[in-house]
């Protein structure tokens, strides 16, 4: 079993978790998988990397869909494998790329159920972030230049899609205290007082496991 310390984020939409994940990793002098992660897993897979971006923490599509995008995969070869869902075939080739991952260095990881991909890694840290609704809308309205309504929109079909995706594919509830070793509210300790928090949670841990 790997060594590498690995901090996985969970994160509501507008809370700030990429950017708490990059600040994070650059702090520790390691590196932040976000959407590179997505690549990573079709070239580790052969399939191919447009249908990770189009099923990236998505719900699951129907079983009519799957077979229909079915017919864009290649790599595997079982028979398993073969009649295996397109979107199941994408969350395995993201576990499978997110454990080698993990192998390979420390790194940061947001989403994408990594938290749940390594749970039997002693030095893997789960993060949830949260904040409050105002100001999570405020900042998805900046980002996107869009009205604190249409923000609030894209805020609750996102976590929407991500809870789903969350709950369908591990045997944890998205966003439950109880399927994280911290959970921070964003809104409370900003941006930065949250990265130092993390920081400070994940060298006791590993502190502590090394005894």
């Avoid at 719900?59 to 995008?69: E, G, I, N, Q």
Wanted: aromatic fraction near 10%; charged fraction near 30%.
């Amino acid at each position: 079993m790997t060594s590498n310390l690995i901090i996985t984020i969970g994160r509501q939409s507008g809370s700030g978790g990429k950017e708490i994940g990059q600040k994070v990793a650059e702090k520790l002098g390691v590196k932040c998988y976000d959407k590179e992660l997505l690549a990573l897993a079709a070239k580790e897979s052969g399939l191919c990397e447009e249908l990770f971006q189009s099923h990236d923490e998505k719900p699951t599509k129907s079983f009519l869909y799957s077979l229909v995008m079915d017919s864009y995969s290649f790599g595997y070869t079982s028979s398993g494998y073969m009649d295996m869902p397109i979107n199941h075939k994408i969350f395995l080739a993201q576990f499978e790329a997110i454990k080698a991952l993990a192998d390979r260095e420390p790194c940061v990881i947001v989403g994408r159920c990594a938290d749940y991909a390594l749970e039997d890694y002693p030095n893997r840290v789960s993060i949830f972030v949260t904040g409050d609704d105002k100001a999570k809308i405020k900042r998805l309205a900046e980002r996107n230049n869009v009205t604190e309504a249409k923000a609030k929109e894209i805020m609750m079909k996102t976590d929407k899609e991500r809870s789903s995706y969350y709950n369908y594919y591990s045997s944890k509830k998205w966003g439950d205290v109880r399927s994280y070793d911290l959970c921070v509210n964003s809104s409370v300790l900003g941006i930065e007082g949250t990265v130092d928090l993390i920081i400070y949670f994940a060298n006791a841990k590993l502190k502590k496991n090394q005894k």
